[in-house]
């Protein structure tokens, strides 16, 4: 082997903060206030900010390794965490706010976290779980809001207040160098098909994610935008945005805790978001507000769905109502989390049905991961766009562990497997069709609930709908649809099964329908399917029989 003479630099998350701070000094983070004017700090003071906060945690006692939790919603401070915590050589790790309190303390203690910050408006929520946290030595709160909960049940643990801790520092922390591949952050799987897995980002995985997030065959972010992070930071590092934004220098807008379409609405509208990032169930409440008053979304170029499936209509009656372009992309918290997104390749008219057809992938393979995908052999199936089988995954970014669980199932020879079935065409364009565990099986053929679904939400009269596969004498299972009509909308079961009959082939309309208030969601706003078996289980789903 001959040696390159290229230097060994360590690819790290204060290089991030550096080169944001230095380049793009000038550019903002600006938090919603829900009313007043809106927080605003430039990326210079973020970084000195940072800088003040690692002296004071390391004042409190976190060294290299230690783990330092945040319960925040996306605002300035949590921004400056994501920097102070990962270049002082300590770990971030972002807790779900909205878990339940068993699974939040269960993953504060499994990851071992020394300090949490948390946001004055959450206090209330991690004071539930406080005498289950021994290990837990001082929490941060952010605000001047009451913390007396905290403080009633900590067991002796301080409960500082953030910007008295940072008046007390200087800036100039020196970032120490880091290993490029030791732990930078940690997110846990939401746990939506099992417990809660813990997946460690490193440094090195943070910098490339970053670097592929601003590209232009991703998000594809610049200066000149101004980004929208509806996706919550405890999300997956809000899908990479934060860093992003500190490398191409785009400013970032932050919503704190005024997540309801109102308000995202008036963000978007006064700050002039150019791109905004939220899963289909937050774009959907957007629409409907748009349906009950009027708002402007002119300022928006683009918008990112993730997470789950968009249906089509959403895309469309974006596209229609206000020529917004909603770009999906494909991830997961194991894949830190872009995989990839679904540009239509060149040549291909926007708005058209031809785009649409584009659009409506999952992804197309992004430069930095690779994907196959394989039978229930494991033997790998061709790139022909039909083929369906379980998609793996490998690369820099891609988990190859989780923490303190060896899952070796999740694993397949270097590959991360990630419980998504689909297809690859050959040109590397995906469509995830279901999860595994929501795969329907209906005499032996699949039936894919994700398309079910799309076509169910493109009728009038339905606001939500779920689809989940119910056991059956004849077939195994057949699909059993969830649905949530509009208000003041009606729709009766053989109605919706004859608008999917010339949809999708006739043994795959559901003959078991039910009608619902609402689909139960997780707690990152996808829709949850888990609490729909339960119910089914539990003869508590009031089901209609229609003849096929
Ligand atoms: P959880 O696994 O708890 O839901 P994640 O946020 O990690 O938490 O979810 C990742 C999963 O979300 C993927 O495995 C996939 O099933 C689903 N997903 C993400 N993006 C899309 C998309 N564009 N289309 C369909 N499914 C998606």
């Known amino acids: 082997m001959i040696l390159s003479t290229m230097q060994d630099f360590p690819l790290s998350v204060a290089a991030i903060l550096r080169h944001g701070a230095r380049v793009y000094g000038r550019s903002e983070c600006v938090t919603w206030t829900g009313g007043g004017a809106p927080r605003r ?13 690692a002296s004071a945690l390391a004042g409190l006692g976190v060294r ?33 706010i909205r878990l339940f309190p068993e699974q939040l303390s269960h993953i504060i203690n499994h990851a071992d976290d020394q300090v949490v910050i948390v946001d004055d408006t959450l206090v209330p929520l991690l004071a539930r779980v406080v005498h289950e946290l021994p290990a837990v030595e001082a929490f941060v709160v952010v605000g001047d809001g009451d913390a007396s909960a905290l403080e009633a049940n900590a067991n002796g643990a301080p409960v500082l207040r953030y910007h008295t801790l940072l008046a007390a520092e200087e800036p100039g922390y020196a970032w120490p160098e880091v290993d490029e591949r030791s732990a930078a952050s940690m997110c846990y799987t939401s746990g939506t098909t099992g417990d809660p897995k813990g997946v460690v980002y490193s440094h090195r995985s943070t910098f490339l994610h970053a670097m592929a997030v601003q590209s232009a065959s991703l998000v594809g972010i610049t200066e000149a935008d101004r980004v929208l992070t509806i996706v919550p930071m405890f999300h997956v590092n ?25 308000h995202l609405a008036k963000f978007i509208a006064a700050e002039r978001s150019t791109l905004a990032s939220a ?33 089509r209509v959403l895309l469309e009656r974006f596209e229609r109502r206000y020529g917004l372009r909603i770009i999906q992309g494909w991830g997961m918290t194991e894949t830190s989390p872009l995989g990839g997104m679904a540009f239509p390749p060149p040549g291909v008219e926007p708005g058209t049905d031809e785009d649409m057809y584009w659009r409506l992938k999952s992804g197309r393979v992004a430069a930095g991961v690779e994907m196959r995908i394989v039978d229930d052999s494991g033997a790998e199936l061709p790139w022909d766009g039909e083929s369906v089988g379980e998609i793996e995954v490998r690369g820099p970014w891609i988990t190859g562990a989780y923490h303190r669980d060896p899952a070796p199932g999740k694993f397949d020879d270097g590959w991360l497997r990630t419980g998504d079935i689909g297809t690859i065409d050959d040109r590397g364009f995906y469509q995830i069709t279901d999860r595994a565990k929501d795969v329907i099986k209906s005499g032996g053929e699949w039936i894919s609930s994700v398309e079910l679904e799309n076509h169910l939400m493109a009728h009038p009269a339905v606001a939500e709908a ?14 059993l649809a969830c649905v949530v009509l509009r208000p003041e909308a009606s729709a009766a079961p053989a109605e919706l099964a004859s608008f999917l ?48």
């Open 64 to 96: 290299p390794g230690d783990r330092v939790a945040t319960f925040c919603w996306n605002n300035q401070e949590h921004l400056e965490a994501y920097f102070a915590v990962p270049a002082m050589g300590a770990v971030l790790h972002t807790l779900n």
């Open 501 to 548: 009959a010339d949809k999708v082939a006739r043994w795959q309309v559901p003959e078991y329908w039910t009608f619902l208030d609402e689909i139960p969601k997780t707690t990152v706003g996808k829709f949850d399917k888990k609490p729909l078996r339960a119910r089914h289980r539990d003869a508590a789903l009031e089901i209609e029989h229609v003849e096929r």
């Open 41 to 53: 700090a430039t990326f210079a003071q973020i970084a000195g900010n940072a800088e003040r906060l």
């Open 279 to 311: 899963v289909p169930t937050i774009w959907n409440g957007i629409l409907a507000l748009g349906e009950r008053e009027e708002i402007d979304l002119s300022s928006l170029r683009a918008g990112t769905s993730g997470g789950a499936a968009a249906p």
């Open 238 to 262: 809000a899908w990479g945005l934060p860093y992003g934004a500190f490398l191409s220098g785009a400013t970032l807008h932050m919503p704190g805790p005024f997540m309801q379409p109102e």
């Open 466 to 479: 779920a689809v989940i596969g119910v056991p059956d004498a004849r077939w195994d299972e057949r699909p």
